[in-house]
Each structure stands twice: as C-alpha cells, then as structure tokens.
C-alpha cells in the first residue's frame, strides 16, 4: 500500500459489525488511516457495511470508526 498510495482516488473502507456472512476481514483501520496521512491522501472514502448488525446503528458506528481514523486537519 505504501508503494501505490499515491496513485490512488478512491478507498472502499468496509466494516462487518456483527460479522460478516460469508467472511469478515481483520483491517488495521489506525495504520491505513496513519499511511492515508503520511501521503496526504486527498481523494474519496467510501463506506461498504457488509456485517449483520442492524444497519442503523452500524452506519454511525462504522462513520464513527471511519473518522475516528481517517479524518485529519486539511
């Protein structure tokens, strides 16, 4: 990822609360938040909520774990 983040225009950051149907992937949401930073991505984040948890509140919490680790100062 170090190597091709600055080609990049889009990350599909996905979350499984709940867990995943068919499968649920461990990300490290804090070292590609950390590596986002280091190259100051610029470009766009989009959500994919894959988990069984109710999607109500999976949403906001997977919004909050998004910024908790992507957001910084522009």
Known sequence: MDMMIHKLILVQAITYFGGGKWYTLDIDYPKVGALMRKHDFR???????????????????????????FWYDM
């Open 43 to 69: 470009g766009y984040v989009s959500l994919e909520f894959e988990g069984q948890a109710d999607p109500l509140e999976a949403i906001q919490k997977s919004l909050a774990l998004l910024r908790e680790n």
